[in-house]
């Protein structure tokens, strides 16, 4: 199975909107809604901001929202903030029944 | 809250086996609510699912690793482990245990992670 792609990075300036893409293929994105999109700082375990493409667990903020089309899923990070410059990672459910991984993007805050 | 802790040796030797073990808190590891997964982060780079185990002992692996890879259950001791078999130095990474909610993509809960070196 080959890796989802995203951007290697994407920066923006505090309280500009983001938006982090994964592509995948219809046999992964494309055809599940188990999409989930992770936030990483250095030295730290990855922790959930997403997950089934659209659904934040509690405690994470409202800021952080993900949405589908076709094979690409997408999270937008709204109103940046200097703490948000971090790894993301996204994962994908596929239909071997496996999960995959996408290549991470850094996010940059100018 | 669910907690999970990994443990292990932080040095392999090549070709040998890699053996981890996460223990679970909070949760019980025989409940039909988790897929205990393991997932690794080679250094500097993103994340790689390596594979679950459901509270039945049903697994799943990555295909580029089935063939060196088992994932156990140890109710007894609210434990899963996993075997790495066969070790390239292309296997030290960081190996992070994870809780994932059955059904979802809900990757909720995870360990700390283990630095694990394969090297001479």
């Known amino acids: 199975q080959s890796a989802l792609t995203q951007p290697a990075s994407v920066s923006g300036s505090p309280g500009q909107s983001i938006t982090v893409s994964c592509t995948g293929t219809?046999?992964?994105?494309?055809?599940?809604?188990?999409v989930a999109w992770f936030q990483q700082h250095p030295g730290t375990a990855p922790r959930l901001l997403i997950y089934d493409v659209s659904d934040r667990p509690s405690g994470v903020s409202s800021r952080f929202s993900g949405s589908k089309s076709g094979n690409t899923a997408s999270l937008t990070i709204s109103g940046l903030q200097a703490d948000d410059e971090a790894d993301y990672h996204c994962?994908?459910?596929?239909?071997?029944?496996?999960?995959?991984f996408g290549t991470g993007t850094k996010v940059t805050v100018l | 809250q669910v907690q999970l802790q990994e443990s292990g040796p932080g040095l392999v030797n090549p070709s040998q086996t890699l053996s981890l073990t996460c223990t679970v808190s909070?949760?019980?590891?025989?409940?039909?609510?988790?897929?205990w997964s393991w997932i690794r982060q080679h250094p500097g780079k993103g994340l790689e699912w390596i594979g679950y185990?459901?509270?039945?002992?049903?697994?799943s692996y990555n295909p580029s690793l089935r063939s060196r890879v088992t994932i156990s259950l140890d109710t007894s001791n609210s434990q899963f482990s996993l075997r790495l078999r066969s070790v390239t130095d292309a296997d030290t990474a960081v190996y992070y245990c994870?809780?994932?909610?059955?059904?979802?993509?809900?990757?909720?809960?995870w360990g700390q992670g283990t630095l694990v070196t394969v090297s001479a």
């Open positions: 185990i459901s509270n039945i002992g049903g697994t």
């Open positions: 994962t994908s459910y596929t239909t071997s029944g496996t999960y995959v």
């Open positions: 909070g949760a019980s590891i025989s409940s039909g609510d988790y897929h």
């Open positions: 994870v809780g994932v909610n059955s059904g979802t993509s809900k990757y909720g809960d």
């Open positions: 219809s046999s992964d994105v494309g055809n599940y809604n188990h």
